[in-house]
């Protein structure tokens, strides 16, 4: 069975500084990655997905994403944070011909001035 | 750009009573999902819903869970014998192709049981 891992439950970032936000899967063939954002009180917006060809994917509000099929990663990156990007950051896989998403546990961003 | 929208926002049921859950997806979209959150944990999948019929559901989606698409525009969710651990925030998502186009997601409906 697909699973995602996010080792990271909270992490605290100043703002300006860099970002990376951990996601490993367990699947055994390509799976579809994305990754989504909760701010409070609010649903699951995309935030970037990978199908397919370039392994860096960019999204929006600035975050990229990178699938390392070695490491079975999809981390989260983005060179400089805001205050408004602090929310909970949840991974998600799914596999071709099976449209079930797999979240992880999610990690809470905290954004210091 | 066209949302997801789920009503109500937040609903409060006894225990024991029904509940329907409901969701507006995106017009040109075809495949419809329901998933939960139960508060602190992850979001949890619980069933798909394609050409009027379920394609995948969860060890959760049990006999107390339905979905229906009763007109063009609403797809619902119901609980007929709501139990305390069914509180959760309840997403509504749709998606206009099966695996190769993402799923967007409503603002949830927070169930809480009494």
């Known amino acids: 069975a697909q699973s995602v891992t996010q080792p990271d439950i909270h992490i605290t970032v100043s703002e300006g500084a860099s970002l990376e936000l951990r996601c490993n899967y367990s699947?055994?063939?390509?799976?579809?990655l994305f990754w989504y954002v909760q701010s409070p009180g609010q649903g699951l917006q995309l935030l970037l997905k990978?199908?397919?060809?370039?392994?860096l994917v960019q999204g929006i509000k600035g975050f990229e994403a990178e699938f390392k099929r070695s490491q079975s990663s999809f981390n989260l990156r983005k060179p400089s944070v805001h205050w408004s990007d602090a929310a909970e950051y949840f991974c998600?896989?799914?596999?071709?011909?099976?449209?079930?998403?797999?979240f992880g546990t999610g990690t809470r961003l905290t954004i210091i001035p | 750009e066209p949302e997801v929208t789920q009503t109500p926002s937040h609903q409060v049921t006894q225990m024991g009573q029904e509940v329907i859950l409901r969701c507006v997806p995106i017009?040109?979209?075809?495949?419809f999902y329901w998933y939960r959150q139960i508060l602190g944990q992850k979001v949890e999948f619980l069933v798909s819903?394609?050409?009027?019929?379920?394609?995948?559901k969860s060890e959760i989606f049990d006999d107390q869970f339905s979905v229906e698409r009763p007109d063009g525009s609403n797809f619902t969710l119901k609980i007929r014998s709501t139990k305390l651990e069914d509180s959760a925030m309840y997403f509504c998502?749709?998606?206009?192709?099966?695996?190769?186009?993402?799923?967007?997601f409503g603002d949830g409906t927070r169930l809480s049981i009494l």
């Open positions: 998502a749709s998606s206009r192709d099966r695996a190769n186009q993402p799923q967007h």
């Open positions: 699947y055994g063939a390509t799976p579809y």
């Open positions: 990978y199908f397919s060809g370039d392994t």
């Open positions: 998600a896989v799914a596999n071709f011909g099976n449209e079930k998403l797999t």
């Open positions: 017009s040109n979209h075809l495949y």
């Open positions: 819903f394609y050409n009027n019929e379920i394609s995948e």
